[in-house]
């Protein structure tokens, strides 16, 4: 399976999740294991017998098994793979109610947040080298080579438009934003470009390059707000069409382009590069060829502004062994760096050096908030685009995964000034 995983849209007839050989050793291994996992957590984990197992008291989050063999056949077979795809299929649920409410998805962020804070207190050598024979590997079928990378971002950014306007915000901004006390959504997505164009010093005729660029909107306001020439490449051919279309009906299209274009192709001199989360999409193979294209683009003593999830060095080496239902549904071929992988980098194989950051961690879990309970209040609107149940349930636990992660602080995401050297 894992040597000839392909990255494509999510087949909604769900061949993953047909029917799979049972393997009772397994399934009780990871039962026990399971139990002895959560046996001294604030949390609860009910079977349909009505055993209750952890030591969760009233008002804290509980997990309940619908379907404890798939449950623990999914989980004991393919570790964090089965736990999602167990998910998608039912067998486990979070909250009083099996429903796409806020309230259970609310329950469902509580539980994951508890077992993440866990995950990180167990977090030895030992406990890697285990994970490591545990853990599926990468498939060799999604690594980022240009072909590879173009499949593994349409398979995400190509679902249709209109899914991504059912959550974002106005400006189709997909990435964390940066609140402050009485931000909206639309506000902290603002304040999150402003800061990343700061970094970069960004202003009237800069010449910009936007690694990454998504929907448009930071590009976008580079150009209306700063009067800076952009130039945007994406991967995604929605994207793109997205993007332009913006930038013409807002009489930007003088001002603002956007090319279908990788960035390891692209040529040009900027005076300054940013890229906002689009690196976690790079793969580490690729890291230091993305690094160097970056300080390629850019002129001597110009900067750059990065936005970047990150996870601890330790955790980052030992995901490279561990995929999971995101790699396989979410993001194919994605790999999150540390910042000290990114500074041995910078130092070992570029002309940059790293002058600034910034930690939005509280905000990524803010946003993906937002975004989870507009996409729940959206579910007509979701499904009405073609997309399942199966679909909803996915995408719900996509959010209240990574807002778990972020708020356990399992994960981070920082805002990074880098400059190139002025002189060789």
């Known amino acids: 399976m894992r040597r000839t995983e392909q990255a494509t849209q999510v087949n909604l007839n769900w061949p993953h999740l047909r029917t799979v050989r049972r393997n009772p050793l397994r399934a009780k291994l990871a039962e026990r294991l399971f139990r002895w996992t959560v046996r001294d957590l604030p949390l609860s984990v009910t079977l349909p017998d009505g055993t209750r197992f952890g030591k969760g008291a009233a008002g804290d989050p509980t997990l309940t ?10 989980t004991g077979r393919d570790r964090s793979l089965g736990f999602g795809e167990a998910y998608l299929l039912g067998a486990w649920d979070c909250g009083k109610s099996p429903l796409l409410e806020p309230a259970a998805a609310d329950e469902l962020v509580a539980w994951l947040a508890v077992y993440s804070e866990h995950l990180k207190a167990m977090e030895t050598p030992l406990y890697y080298r285990l994970r490591s024979l545990l853990h599926l590997a990468h498939p060799l079928s999604q690594r980022n080579s240009e072909e590879g990378a173009l499949a593994n971002v349409q398979a995400h950014y190509d679902l249709n438009g209109r899914l991504f306007e059912t959550f974002l915000d106005e400006a189709m901004i997909y990435s964390s934003a940066w609140f402050e006390p009485g931000d909206d959504l639309a506000s902290a997505q603002r304040r999150k470009v402003d800061g990343i164009l700061d970094l970069a010093q960004v202003g009237p005729g800069t010449r910009l390059l936007d690694i990454g660029s998504g929907f448009g909107g930071l590009a976008l306001r580079a150009a209306s707000e700063r009067r800076a020439d952009v130039v945007g490449l994406t991967l995604s ?21 956007f090319l279908l274009e990788d960035f390891r192709r692209h040529r040009g001199v900027y005076d300054a590069v940013v890229s906002v989360e689009m690196i976690e999409a790079v793969g580490s193979e690729y890291w230091v060829e993305y690094f160097q294209a970056v300080e390629r683009h850019l002129k001597p003593g110009g900067f750059f502004g990065l936005q970047v999830i990150t996870f601890p060095h330790r955790r980052m080496l030992a995901a490279k062994k561990d995929f999971s239902w995101v790699d396989r549904y979410i993001f194919p071929g994605g790999e999150l760096p540390s910042l000290r992988e990114i500074n041995r980098i910078l130092k070992a194989h570029t002309g940059m050096e790293m002058v600034a950051t910034r930690r939005l961690s509280d905000s990524y879990a803010e946003t993906l908030r937002q975004w989870r309970v507009r996409f729940v209040e959206a579910h007509d609107a979701v499904t009405a685009l073609g997309f399942d149940e199966t679909f909803c349930r996915l995408w719900v636990l996509y959010f209240a995964y990574f807002e778990a992660g972020f708020r356990s602080r399992y994960c981070d995401v920082w805002q990074v000034g880098i400059r190139k050297n002025a002189s060789p």
């Open 237 to 257: 051919e929605s994207q793109l069409e997205y993007a332009s279309t913006r930038a013409r009906n807002a009489g930007l299209d003088g001002r603002v382009g």
């Open 65 to 74: 098994v619908n379907d404890p063999e798939v449950f623990f056949s999914r």
